[in-house]
């Protein structure tokens, strides 16, 4: 299920001297490699750090002759020299905080926790929702969160290795044996700053046997005023679901239109337990998703749920996989695009259904919606079978705006652009119907509306 890369020679970090011009791929990741790894830290922490860099140092960037990457070129990321600093110069982040999270949401500002900008007072004892420095003073926690921390499955894979490689801060959710969250946790991370950053949040959420918790996931820019700000968010997100427990998981990506963001959500379930995943994405330049569930128990519920909405010259990569490795195993997925101008979008979903996994019910689609005729998108649902008593489905949409259900909105007295504003809103309304926060969803509904200006050819 994870993105191997092939090992190849130590590149020379002698020869590392950015220019606008693009570079080696091998010398370019060590650039970044320098970046992330400038600051230390101690103990364990360290030793996981450098085992991750040791692993990238040893690998190279992806590019499109890698079956995984096929698609998405980023050879634009390559031109670009980005630093790694601290900053707190960033207009208001006021209108992205949510109301049913005022006393539950943590924020991060290029990665590092802003205790200043969070409030965690409105949640239930025994919730640790915190920075890893704090979670570490827990001492019933200390063992755990290492037994945790960089686990996942999927955890060498370039992009992964490289934020563990510069962890230094980590958001930490954790929810303890059968406590019910009622409060949803909101966690922010921001990027900010007068010149090319590369940032790497990393997040761990841990739910532990029978508990259910709520978690919205953004990633916004700083800069607010301006959306041209270039930066690199880098980010790892990991999710233990144990036996029983519940976690329905928002994510948005805000991102300004010359962002880069490589995001990862690693999750793995245990037996009878729920995850439900509503990922949004909107910004950036160039943006991966990397979505992978791994259920390691019978009677386990994974259902994903996913929009695109990109114009201009915008690439925005979905790649998804489930491994549904034991008895009645269950997977929705529901994928939506929406792509305008020349913008670009890709799907890549697997599925994995191996032979102890009977009685599996798994099914996923992807619907694209083409605005403009210079739009593009790429989709690739799969699903990989041996088992034999299963039911399982798989499919793929590509579609425009139909004329006769314009023309039959126009006889109800709407005009075309209204017309066509409907139909876009309701094809984007399914995904955003099942966020289960009203501000998040009035939020999305008014940005779709917005969406019109950038979606002719």
């Not at 590019?63 to 601290?86: A, C, H, I, M, Y």
């Not at 949401?105 to 990665?111: A, I, M, Q």
Request: some cysteine; charged content about 15%.
């Amino acid at each position: 299920m994870s993105i191997q890369v092939s090992p190849s020679p130590i590149p020379n970090s002698n020869a590392t001297t950015l220019t606008s011009t693009l570079l080696d791929r091998d010398a370019y990741l060590t650039e970044l490699l320098n970046q992330v790894t400038a600051s230390k830290s101690e103990g364990w922490l360290q030793q996981l750090r450098d085992r991750a860099g040791n692993w990238v140092r040893h690998s190279v960037l992806p590019t499109t002759r890698d079956e995984e990457w096929r698609f998405t070129d980023l050879s634009p990321l390559r031109q670009v020299k980005f630093n790694n600093v601290e900053t707190r110069n960033f207009a208001s982040l006021q209108p992205h905080f949510l109301p049913e999270a005022a006393n539950s949401r943590l924020v991060f500002v290029n990665g590092v926790y802003a205790p200043e900008l969070s409030a965690v007072s409105g949640l239930p004892d025994g919730v640790v929702v915190s920075n890893l420095a704090q979670t570490l003073h827990v001492t019933s926690l200390q063992s755990r969160v290492q037994q945790y921390l960089a686990q996942a499955e999927g955890a060498l894979e370039v992009f992964t290795a490289l934020n563990t490689a510069g962890i230094t801060d980590v958001a930490v959710v954790w929810v303890p044996k059968n406590v019910v969250v009622e409060t949803p946790i909101h966690l922010v991370f921001v990027a900010a700053g007068e010149e090319p950053i590369i940032c790497q949040p990393r997040c761990l959420v841990v739910a532990e046997s029978g508990s259910q918790v709520s978690l919205v996931e953004e990633y916004v820019a700083g800069n607010m005023p301006s959306q041209q700000q270039v930066y690199f968010t880098n980010v790892v997100t990991e999710i233990w679901i144990e036996d029983n427990a519940q976690v329905n998981h928002t994510r948005v990506e805000w991102d300004g239109t010359e962002a880069f963001h490589v995001g990862k959500t690693a999750v793995t379930q245990a037996r009878y337990s729920r995850y439900t995943c509503n990922a949004v994405t909107l910004g950036g330049k160039i943006s991966r998703h990397n979505l992978e569930i791994l259920q390691t128990g019978e009677q386990t519920e994974t259902t994903l749920n996913g929009l695109t909405m990109i114009g201009g010259n915008q690439l925005a990569d979905t790649h998804s996989a489930i491994a549904l490795n034991h008895p009645y195993g269950m997977s929705q997925q529901l994928h939506k695009t929406i792509v305008g101008d020349r913008a670009h979008a890709v799907f890549n979903g697997k599925i994995f259904v191996p032979k102890p996994a009977q009685l599996t019910d798994a099914a996923q689609l992807n619907r694209n919606l083409l605005l403009s005729s210079k739009a593009r998108v790429d989709t690739k649902p799969q699903l990989e079978i041996t088992a034999d008593n299963v039911k399982c489905a798989h499919g793929a949409t590509v579609s425009q705006l139909e004329d006769d259900e314009i023309f039959y909105l126009q006889s109800r007295g709407i005009d075309q652009e209204s017309a066509r504003n409907l139909l876009i809103n309701a094809f984007a309304a399914e995904i955003i119907n099942h966020i289960p926060l009203s501000s998040l969803r009035e939020k999305l509904t008014q940005t779709v509306n917005s969406y019109q200006s950038i979606t002719n050819d």
